[in-house]
């Protein structure tokens, strides 16, 4: 069982065998937790195995969206939609460039999110920010090294942050309001002596 990280209070609990069976077997990450119980490590090992060659983007695609639907019962749906626009992995491949190499600036952060955001190369139904921030964090974030990285920015942390933070609607944010968020996120991190990823946790959980 993986560790959780700190600020993580529990893994998020899912049903394998239904998530398995609603999505292509090509898709499902080797190792990922038989028992359901997710945690964010187990996550960012299928993306460390993406960034070394080792997965695939659809693999890498299914670990994040199974911790991030959860047990939320249309989740298997939704992610077989997502994957079945993207058969080879292309599209998330592309929007994963700028962040997948050496520790991503924020001009490599704004493009990959831009990119998300593409109908042309890389959009992906039923993958808006408050899912493909997740894929970024996970894809994107280095622990230890401070400074600005990439956090999700979904409903329940938009509701969450000051106004300080620089997020100023519930959904369909910016690129530019994602950043300010970062930064924030950054500065909070720096002052508290914690990791970036852990302020976003205490604002989840209200600390």
């Not at 038989?34 to 195995?49: M, T």
């Not at 298997?76 to 600036?105: F, Q």
């Not at 300010?180 to 989840?204: N, T």
């Amino acid at each position: 069982m993986q560790k959780p990280l700190p600020g993580e209070q529990s893994p998020v609990i899912v049903q394998v065998d239904r998530w398995r069976a609603g999505l292509p077997p090509d898709a499902w990450p080797d190792g990922f937790p038989p028992s359901g119980d997710v945690w964010r490590r187990d996550v960012f090992a299928v993306a460390d195995a993406y960034r070394a060659g080792s997965a695939s983007p659809r693999q890498l695609l299914t670990a994040v969206l199974v911790w991030g639907y959860g047990a939320i019962g249309y989740g298997p749906w939704r992610a077989a939609r997502s994957l079945a626009a993207d058969p080879e992995g292309k599209r998330l491949a592309y929007a994963l460039e700028e962040v997948s190499a050496s520790a991503p600036d924020e001009d490599a952060l704004r493009t990959a999110y831009r990119r998300f955001r593409d109908p042309d190369h890389a959009r992906l139904p039923w993958l808006g920010p408050g899912l493909f921030t997740k894929v970024l964090y996970f894809v994107g974030y280095r622990r230890e090294v401070g400074g600005v990285q990439p956090l999700i920015l979904d409903r329940v942390v938009a509701s969450r942050l000051p106004d300080e933070a620089g997020v100023g609607r519930v959904s369909g944010w910016l690129s530019e309001e994602w950043l300010a968020y970062l930064r924030w996120a950054a500065e909070q991190a720096q002052a508290r002596g914690i990791e970036p990823d852990a302020v976003e946790m205490a604002v989840v959980n209200d600390r």
